[in-house]
């Protein structure tokens, strides 16, 4: 089947574009507004973007009445926010705090999640989650789209703090069979992941370090090629 997004239909059941694009991290992200109200929501539109310093994004569609989420507006105005892994243990806090409260509702208590403080930025971490990421705003970037949810907010940040409990490693190594980590899929599909392969990229050699995010290689490499 063939279709153009907005000009012919795709004539199934239900729309397949994100069901093209999985299995996509999920953005667990904790904010504070600046008059110290928490706010916990997953987005399915979230990734790293570089290694050293590390940047990471997601992204926020409007409402379904056309205003901009908490999250987006939180982290702009406070400049803050932190990345929470989302596991298959904390699958049923992440679906909760997916709901739409009215402003003021806290979304952790709402989760059942205990709140644990940050050490670089003013922003209330997920205690159970086993890997978080403390987040300096960067930038946005809004793009366009059709009323009343189309239109998206691109958040950039720079991850300051990592956080990984010493139980989810392995000779060193972040375990996924320890942390199990959820991911989105299409429609109402998630997926887990419990295993892995390795592949390494025959002819890399030495730059091979920019596929594992290894920073000091990095700077290191740099030093040599200056």
């Given amino acids: 089947m063939y279709y153009e997004p907005g000009i012919t239909e795709h004539n199934l059941p239900r729309d397949p574009f994100k069901a093209c694009v999985i299995p996509r991290p999920i953005g667990w992200i904790s904010t504070q507004s600046k008059d110290g109200q928490a706010n916990l929501a997953p987005y399915s539109q979230f990734n790293n973007l570089t290694f050293d310093p590390p940047y990471v994004m997601f992204s926020s569609n409007q409402t379904v009445d056309g205003s901009r989420k908490d999250t987006v507006v939180n982290a702009e105005a406070t400049g803050e926010f932190v990345?929470?892994?989302?596991?298959?243990?904390?699958?049923?806090?992440?679906?909760?705090?997916?709901?739409?409260?009215?402003?003021?509702?806290?979304?952790?208590?709402?989760?059942?999640?205990?709140?644990?403080?940050?050490?670089?930025?003013?922003?209330?971490?997920?205690?159970?989650?086993?890997?978080?990421?403390?987040?300096?705003?960067?930038?946005?970037?809004?793009?366009?789209?059709?009323?009343?949810?189309?239109?998206?907010?691109?958040?950039?940040?720079?991850?300051?703090?990592?956080?990984?409990?010493?139980?989810?490693?392995?000779?060193?190594?972040?375990?996924?069979?320890?942390?199990?980590?959820?991911?989105?899929?299409?429609?109402?599909?998630?997926?887990?992941?419990?295993?892995?392969?390795?592949?390494q990229i025959p002819g890399m050699g030495e730059v091979m370090f920019g596929l594992e995010g290894n920073a000091r290689k990095n700077r290191t490499f740099g030093d040599k090629v200056e």
């Fill in 83 to 199: 990345w929470n892994l989302a596991t298959w243990d904390l699958r049923e806090a992440v679906n909760v705090s997916a709901q739409q409260f009215p402003y003021g509702v806290d979304e952790f208590e709402r989760a059942g999640v205990h709140k644990e403080r940050a050490r670089l930025v003013d922003v209330p971490m997920v205690q159970e989650s086993p890997v978080k990421f403390e987040c300096r705003y960067h930038s946005t970037v809004r793009l366009p789209g059709n009323p009343p949810m189309g239109t998206v907010d691109v958040v950039i940040a720079r991850v300051v703090a990592v956080h990984i409990k010493d139980e989810v490693l392995t000779d060193g190594i972040l375990d996924v069979r320890k942390t199990q980590p959820i991911a989105r899929c299409g429609y109402y599909q998630y997926a887990v992941v419990r295993d892995t392969f390795d592949m």
